[in-house]
């Protein structure tokens, strides 16, 4: 069956350093998702990505934060000057065409900023 | 802005039990709702999908139950074994022209044998 896929599985970065996050949706999806989880805490929506264009995009998601689909298979979320707090698990999904469709997602990347 | 609280926080059962997993969400305008599981440091499995024009649906030992009108979900796990445990997360899938997935905070199951 196929999946969505994420790497790295952990990233450890230094406070002030970009970190790129990257992902491979399902190959016939349309719909691409960031979420985020910071331990403890909810998973929260980060962004949504449609047609090369961001759909729409969380109070979270600000200007240190930016989403590309640079080829036709890679969806990757940049962070441009982490923080502590950017701390969390990252997970990408995808979803075919229509609202009916379920979200697949990765196994995430752990993000650790020092 | 759509809240989804699950219920309970924790639960922990002795192994062959049925149990309810409770959620609710605040907007009843949802397109579906989606749960989850997840284990410690891992990423989430999609268990049971609902529409919002149905009223359950079913997969193994587990079924989940939408009320959309009073914004209410339950998954009922049958039978429950070790291998279970896990927090399961429910998510709704709404947002006007944006969809999104807004998930509550989850259920930590810890089933004993």
């Known amino acids: 069956e196929p999946e969505v896929t994420q790497t790295p599985s952990h990233q450890v970065t230094q406070m002030g350093q970009e970190v790129i996050l990257r992902c491979v949706p399902i190959s016939n999806h349309l719909y691409f998702y960031w979420y985020r989880q910071i331990l403890g805490q909810k998973v929260e929506f980060l962004v949504s990505f449609y047609n090369n264009e961001i759909s729409e995009k969380s109070e979270i998601f600000d200007d240190q934060f930016s989403v590309e689909r640079p080829d036709g298979s890679n969806f990757t979320l940049k962070i441009r000057s982490t923080k502590l707090e950017d701390s969390a698990m990252y997970f990408c999904?995808?979803?075919?065409?229509?609202?009916?469709?379920?979200?697949?997602f990765g196994d995430g990347t752990r993000l650790s900023i020092l | 802005k759509q809240e989804v609280t699950q219920i309970p926080a924790a639960l922990s059962v002795p192994e062959g039990e049925n149990l309810v997993l409770n959620c609710s969400f605040t907007?009843?305008?949802?397109?579906?709702l989606q749960w989850f599981r997840q284990d410690p440091g891992k990423g989430l499995t999609s268990l049971l999908l609902?529409?919002?024009?149905?009223r359950e649906q079913t997969s193994g030992r587990l079924n989940a139950s939408l009320d959309k009108s009073s914004g209410r979900s339950t998954l009922y796990i049958a039978a429950s074994q070790p291998g279970d445990s896990a927090t399961y997360l429910c998510a709704v899938f709404s947002g006007g022209s944006n969809y999104k997935l807004t998930f509550g905070k989850g259920t930590l199951l810890t089933v004993n044998p």
């Open positions: 999904a995808s979803r075919h065409q229509g609202a009916a469709q379920p979200q697949h």
């Open positions: 907007d009843s305008a949802i397109y579906n």
């Open positions: 609902i529409q919002s024009s149905q």
